[in-house]
């Protein structure tokens, strides 16, 4: 009776057992698709002064990498290059708060993944007799106070992101223990408190898994740097970005340059 039974079931057992594999074929590939497809949304990059030079440049690479670029600039009219490549061009001064202000509204609810605190000037002070404390607090509001009040403004977007990553762009020129020439009044100044701000973000942000740095980018060939810097700009961000695709949590509060280098404070 067993041995009938089986017999009696086979082929039916057979064709049960030829559906079931076709769809799983079928479907499995509709699973991977759909993985796939969360998998690859995109990240979302806010720089600061991405309208020209260093900033424009992230943005280029950034949008060609697959992120989602948000860039800003003082006149967002005037950035059509930043505009062929951004998400989103969005108006900041960074030295005003109403600006700040503005931008935050606008981009209520908008995860970032990523900020770039970019925006930065050089004042050209090489003497203290030189020192014009007009471009010197103007310095400090530019390249200080200003990253303060947008990362303090985009908090709630970081907070929101998956990375909750915050890049600072320095200078090799802010490092205490590297500065045996002198020179450079307001800019190392400006630059040196910038970083001793990253350094407290890295302290009281590391516990809610944020990674904070400051990073060189090099003597770069754009308007700051000059027609005699040694460094393609688009040299300069392709490690700037290699160093940040590379953070994990053990180079939070770290000093990196463009090359993965780290500096001394």
Known sequence: MTMNCRSRHTPYLAAFLAVAVLLLGATAPAQSAAAETTGTAPKTVLITGANRGIGLE?????????????GTARKPDAAQEL????WKVVPLDVTDPVSVDQMAQELAGTPIDLLINNAGIQPLMWTLEEVD???????????????????????????AGMLREI??????????????????YGYRESKAALNMFTKSLAVDLGPEGFTCIVLHPGWVRTDLGGPQAPLAVEDSVRGMISVIEGLTSADNGAFFTYAGERMAW
């Open 83 to 86: 505009r062929g490549v951004a």
């Open 58 to 70: 992230l943005a280029r690479q950034f949008a060609a990498g697959g992120w989602r670029v948000i």
């Open 133 to 159: 404390f007009d471009d010197f607090e103007h310095a400090l509001a530019v390249n200080t106070t200003g990253p303060v009040r947008v990362t303090r403004a985009l908090l709630p977007n970081l907070r």
């Open 167 to 184: 890049v600072n762009v320095t200078t090799n020129l802010s490092s205490i223990a590297e500065n045996t020439e002198g020179g450079f």
